[in-house]
């Protein structure tokens, strides 16, 4: 019977740069859309499934650490593993393969110019989430919350802060959000843009409001394209999050269940967005809610200053027609997963049933 290690072990291994090798299986197709970073990949899949060690059967890999392997499911892991330990190897199969995977962390420190103020990026690792965490003065807010709030009740609690707010940029369609839960079990004011799509109570943060973090200041920029409500959060004079509406390599996309019209218009509207974001200090950090990789376990923050990222932005940004144009050509489809999500975030409702059964996958809400 093959060994299995679950997801947090492995994230913990990681996370201590303990010795590990995983080995990845998975067909190329499925390796293309995400993996586990640093993992090493062989195309094995099929082989195992039909009862064939294939490419396991001579391969080399380190004999002096485990070798943890990853398929979608956790199936067919199991079967590799079996092989590499019949050819004397620590080998164990990832319990759940990639989709249990999809809930994995990992945290990095932003450095600001601003010493009054803490930004801790919390990283949803497999499928780029990015959220925050904001501390000053023993008081926190958390932004864009996409693990489970007891990460971030964790992270408040080691650094002796109480999470006051809770903040969302706009309602999400890859994950499934976890900002009203966190707000309940901290007794945090749940932030959001002003819109009709959400069926639950929260407190609306208007375009140019500011509320306190300990001697922080968050001012809300209202920022149109990827979805209409769509707002950035300025921090001090030290930092921007700018949910999906601006990425450090590209854009949100405005064609989420929207119609060709309704996207052009959206797109217009990010258009504006992105001009007036341009017109912030260059010194800004940007902070974005995805990144378009699998995030690895480096400590480097996904961030860059609003400068850098304009070097390439002006170019996008020569003209709202080819703009529009740019956005909206030869997009992906809507992922099919999406629309239910939404429905559960516009509803403030979280399955019962395992999250990742809808969140498995990377997201795909930029355009680059």
């Known amino acids: 019977m093959a060994k299995q290690i679950d997801a947090e072990t492995l994230r913990e291994w990681l996370e201590i740069q303990q010795p590990v090798t995983v080995l990845d ?22 082989a195992l499934r039909t009862g064939q060690a294939g490419a396991l059967a001579d391969m080399t890999l380190p004999v002096d650490r485990p070798v943890v392997i990853v398929c979608n499911a956790g199936r067919v892991s199991r079967t590799a593993a079996d092989v590499l330990t019949a050819r004397g190897f620590d080998a164990r199969s990832l319990a759940g393969g990639m989709k249990a995977w999809s809930l994995a962390w990992n945290a990095a420190d932003v450095p600001l110019s601003d010493a009054s103020v803490r930004v801790i990026q919390v990283r949803r690792t497999g499928k780029g989430c990015l959220s925050y965490v904001v501390g000053s003065a023993g008081e926190a807010a958390v932004i864009d919350p996409s693990v489970s709030p007891d990460v971030y009740v964790g992270i408040a609690s080691t650094h002796g802060w109480s999470i006051r707010y809770v903040l969302e940029t706009h309602v999400h369609a890859d994950h499934l959000t976890r900002a009203r839960e966190l707000a309940r079990q901290t007794g945090a004011t749940l932030l959001m843009p ?3 799509r959400v069926t639950f109570a929260f407190t609306a943060m208007a375009d140019g409001e500011r509320v306190s973090v300990g001697s922080a200041h968050l001012t809300a ?3 149109p394209g990827h979805t209409n409500e769509s707002t950035s959060y300025v921090l001090n004079d030290a930092a921007v999050f ?17 119609d060709p019209d309704a996207a052009r218009q959206r797109a217009r509207a990010l258009f504006a967005s992105l001009t007036r974001l341009r017109q912030l200090p260059s010194e800004l950090v940007v902070l974005p809610a995805h990144a378009s990789e699998p995030i ?12 850098d990222v304009d070097a390439w932005l002006s170019e996008w940004l020569v003209s709202e027609s080819a703009f529009v144009e740019r956005v909206t050509s030869k997009l992906p489809p809507t992922p099919p997963n999406f629309t239910r999500i939404v429905e559960l975030n516009e509803a403030g409702e979280f399955p ?14 930029a355009v680059r």
């Open 296 to 307: 690895a376990f480096d400590e480097h923050p996904v961030a860059a200053r609003l400068g």
């Open 194 to 196: 002003p819109q009709q």
């Open 242 to 258: 700018t949910g999906d509406t601006l990425f450090t390599n590209g854009v949100g996309r405005p064609d989420l269940l929207a």
């Open 352 to 365: 019962t049933s395992d999250p990742t059964d809808l969140e498995a996958g990377a997201n795909r809400c």
């Open 221 to 223: 920029r209202h920022t």
């Open 25 to 46: 299986i998975r067909a190329d197709d499925d390796r293309a859309q995400w993996a586990i970073p640093g993992s090493v990949h062989v195309n094995a899949y099929e």
